[in-house]
């Protein structure tokens, strides 16, 4: 199996500029809030950052890309502070910081996947039977949190709603990236449309968002945001790369160093994005510590 020779700037202009700066023109509160004025204009944005998102997953590993999400988080914070004068305090800043620190990390270290050209590939690795046990595994696990345990604890523990969206993640992860795949050989005039697995991909995808959505939407009604946020990320973010690493194989040709650099880099944005989140209400600035003779000694 032939090898991606992505280097790391491709890598990251690429990413970046798609994933983050596109994708989250409708991700970010100041834009939704200046478009409700026209319809239109707000769902020419979405779709845009929609083709954005399957366009990132196509041509870069989703090892990359899911943790780089994080991104919009910060995007969105800081477009907040700068249009509609919400205060960032320091806590904030050095949030959005780390995040962009540990997102260069995690580009410099990330790894190459196996070129998956065609759905027949994709086919085949789907079959494989280390991925078949680990999809049937997290759909038991699934399907017991949303039947039995949702019912009974799912007002008062943030984690079995979070989990569920995070589990089915991992499904809708997959089939955008199988779908960037059948995108790419229908602009090379294949007729993708005969194979099953492309409908197989779309009932998937379908289901598994739609599901994401709604046990989101319960999270975020029960609990507050500023803990659901960096919760959902982080094991939405481990479910996707687990099954990225089994399915793709992504960190299989990796250096122990790119290993420790890319989980180095997780972390420092799950830090950052914790920071930016839940300390958001303090109200702590450079003045304060100013005021109060703060000394901030940097080691």
Avoid at 55 to 72: D, N
Avoid at 198 to 204: A, D, E, H, K, T
Wanted: glycine share 6%; proline share 4%.
């Amino acid at each position: 199996m032939k090898m991606c020779t992505y280097s790391a700037e491709k890598r990251f202009w690429f990413v970046f500029a798609v994933r983050v700066v596109v994708q989250n023109i409708y991700n970010s509160v100041p834009f939704n809030i200046l478009l409700q004025a026209d319809p239109n204009a707000l769902s020419s944005a979405v779709g845009l950052g929609e083709a954005a998102n399957f366009a990132a997953y196509a041509f870069a590993p989703a090892t990359l890309v899911t943790p780089l999400g994080a991104l919009s988080v910060l995007i969105s914070a800081i477009l907040s502070s700068y249009f509609l004068n919400e205060k960032l305090n320091i806590h904030g800043k050095l949030g959005c910081v780390l995040s962009i620190l540990g997102s260069t990390v995690m580009v410099i270290h990330a790894p190459e996947e196996e070129e998956v050209t065609s759905l027949d590939e994709m086919e085949r690795k789907l079959q494989d039977p280390v991925f078949v046990t680990f999809a049937v595994l997290l759909t038991v696990v699934a399907l017991v949190l949303i039947i039995v345990v949702a019912p009974k604890r799912g007002q008062t523990n943030i984690l079995i709603y979070i989990l569920i969206c995070s589990l089915i993640g991992a499904f809708s992860v997959s089939s955008v990236k199988g779908l960037g795949i059948a995108i790419k050989q229908l602009l090379q005039r294949k007729p993708v449309y005969r194979h099953p697995l492309v409908y197989i991909l779309v009932g998937i995808l379908v289901l598994s968002v739609s599901t994401q959505i709604s046990y989101l939407n319960k999270a975020l009604d029960v609990f507050n945001t500023s803990l659901v946020t960096p919760i959902y990320y982080v094991c939405f973010t481990a479910t996707v790369l687990t099954c990225s690493i089994i399915l793709f194989k992504e960190w299989s040709s990796m250096e122990p160093g790119d290993i420790i650099g890319t989980l180095s880099g997780f972390c420092s944005i799950i830090i950052g994005i914790f920071l930016l989140h839940a300390f958001k209400n303090t109200n702590i600035t450079w003045s304060h510590t100013t005021d109060r003779n703060l000394v901030v000694i940097i080691c």
